[in-house]
């Protein structure tokens, strides 16, 4: 296979997700990445100097991505109001309804590195906090009384969902979340 620069550097990346998301880190070694890639391990080297930098890549373009993504599909949304913030819940419904969903690799990141990186662990919790901002501002444009309590309630709501959609229940946990988010929604904008 004959790639470019720029598209060995992506299909590197493209393929760590996928096999840090599917396997985690540890189990998830620099030589099935180049294999799965289509490069050489040198070359994956080449692109990144160390493992620990290739999955620092991983998750920065990963959370950029997401957070893009995420944004553009709700803030494309009107009117605003309850329909931007019930539109976060169907965004988790698409993820968890993916062939390939296998939970957030921001909490294995958490898990597998917690004491051990604290460099990737700060990325994780920026990606985490980044989400959370994102709520905030819905909270604050549909009128929550207090924004930054309903972020909290959102995301502790969704967040509880990926593990028990990892669990086996898949996209239908969401039903139950839309009613619970619907209720925390109502309770915080009375």
Known sequence: MNMKKNEK???????????FEK?????TGVDQIAAESGVTKRTLYKYFVSKEGLIEAVLKRHQEGMM???RAKILAIHPVGDARLMACVELYREWF??????GCIFVK????????????VTLAVHAKQAMRGFFVELAVERGA?????LADQLQLLLEGSIVVAQ????PEV????????????AAACA
Do not use: Y
């Open 174 to 185: 969401i039903d139950l979340v839309k009613s619970m988010v619907k209720s925390t929604i």
């Open 9 to 19: 550097h992506d299909a590197i990346l493209v393929t760590a997700n996928l096999l």
């Open 167 to 170: 669990l086996g229940r898949g």
């Open 97 to 102: 309804a993916r062939s390939n969903f296998s």
């Open 109 to 120: 990141t958490l898990n597998e590195f917690g004491a051990c990186s604290p460099n990737l």
């Open 145 to 149: 009384r207090d924004p930054e309590v």
């Open 23 to 27: 396997q985690g880190f540890h189990a």
């Open 68 to 70: 893009a993504r995420s």
